[in-house]
């Protein structure tokens, strides 16, 4: 077998080609993807997106796919794992020819983790770039046990598991999300509940008068978000060029998923116990890619798309 098949993009829609397999080198491992999850970066990707956001070189095609579970079936030299070992994989590298949404893909070893056992593959595969997200964004917002943290997008992938990851952390979480969605991000560990439908800064003030210490805006509320801040606050935007600019002595960033190890490993743990709530909003055969580009970009998807190559 010398060929695999992988979509790529960026011209528009996903597109699926026959590639070359690829081959594990050193610190690296070849996965046979089971599930691949379909997040908004990738909507970005195929869109040829990446290059007007300054993080890659413009080329005719990207690689898709950030997330993978699967089985191990090649093993670079150096590489701390073994052949058959089933496990969840980041595939970070933004200008890789193929990824994660293919039938094989190839990462460093320090990019993946044993795959949480009693977790359906398509289940694992929404944890990797979804929960790292969630994880080094309450980590940059430098907050402490008992602090605040409002969550917007609380019922999505990364805010759910942003309400969950701050709620282990012993911080005290304001989820904004949808009205019916009240009793799901409760059930997270959210301890306050403002729906979307409301002014964001007033029905946050409200219940935290003075404002949050944090904001983890995952549903790209800005300015809204910023206003639900208290003075000196932090201010974690997850999107490329939607950060607000910084208004009363507040901490503005934007985070971007990195590969951590010993996160993934830690994110593992917590699947496991059941922590951490894997949720699969549908799944696709790696042909009807396109639908599911469609309806991640339409709103409104409570956890994560996946595709099964």
Same mark, same amino acid.
Not at 122 to 148: C, I, K, M, V, Y
């Given at each position: ?31 046979? *993807? +089971? ?11 195929? +869109?040829?997106?990446?290059?007007? #956001? ?21 093993? !670079? ?18 200008? $890789? ?6 039938? #094989? ?6 990019? =993946? ?10 289940? &694992? ?5 979804? +929960? ?10 430098? /907050?402490?046990?008992?602090?605040? *943290? ?6 999505? +992938?990364?805010?759910?598991? &942003?309400?969950? /990851? ?8 304001? &989820?904004?999300? !949808?009205?019916?969605?009240? $009793? ?16 964001? =800064? ?16 995952? $549903? ?13 606050? =932090? ?6 060029? *939607? &950060? ?39 799944? #696709?055969?790696?042909?009807?890619? $396109? ?11 409570? !956890?994560?798309? *996946?595709?099964?190559?």
């Amino acid at each position: 077998m010398t060929t695999m098949r992988a979509l790529i993009g960026g011209s528009g829609s996903p597109r699926l080609i026959e590639a070359p397999l690829p081959q594990a080198g050193r610190g690296q491992i070849r996965i046979k *993807v +089971a599930a691949a999850g379909v997040n908004p970066f990738d909507l970005a990707v195929a +869109a040829g997106a990446l290059a007007g #956001y300054g993080v890659a070189r413009k080329l005719d095609a990207y690689g898709l796919g950030f997330d993978a579970a699967g089985v191990i079936d090649q093993v !670079g030299e150096g590489a701390a794992f073994a052949l058959g070992q089933e496990v969840i994989a980041l595939a970070s590298r933004l200008e $890789a020819p193929t990824k994660a949404q293919a039938e #094989y893909v190839v990462v460093d070893a320090r990019a =993946a983790a044993l795959a949480p056992r009693g977790v359906s593959a398509a289940e &694992a595969a929404t944890l990797p770039l979804n +929960a790292l997200t969630a994880w080094q964004s309450l980590d940059r917002a430098n /907050l402490r046990q008992g602090d605040t *943290v409002l969550v917007t997008g609380a019922a999505g +992938a990364v805010g759910g598991y &942003a309400v969950e /990851l701050a709620a282990a952390r012993g911080l005290r979480v304001v &989820a904004a999300a !949808g009205r019916q969605d009240e $009793a799901l991000v409760r059930g997270f560990g959210a301890e306050w509940f403002v729906s979307r439908e409301e002014n964001l =800064a007033e029905a946050v003030r409200r219940q935290v008068p003075g404002g949050v210490d944090a904001v983890i805006d995952a $549903a790209i509320t800005g300015l809204a978000g910023l206003d639900a801040l208290r003075d000196g606050g =932090a201010f974690i935007a997850l999107s490329a060029g *939607v &950060a607000p600019v910084p208004l009363r002595g507040t901490d503005v960033a934007t985070v971007f998923f990195r590969e951590e190890p010993r996160q993934l490993a830690e994110i593992v743990r917590l699947a496991e116990l059941g922590r951490l709530t894997t949720r699969v909003a549908g799944t #696709y055969p790696l042909e009807q890619a $396109a639908g599911a580009h469609a309806r991640l970009s339409a709103g409104g998807v409570r !956890g994560r798309l *996946v595709l099964l190559p």
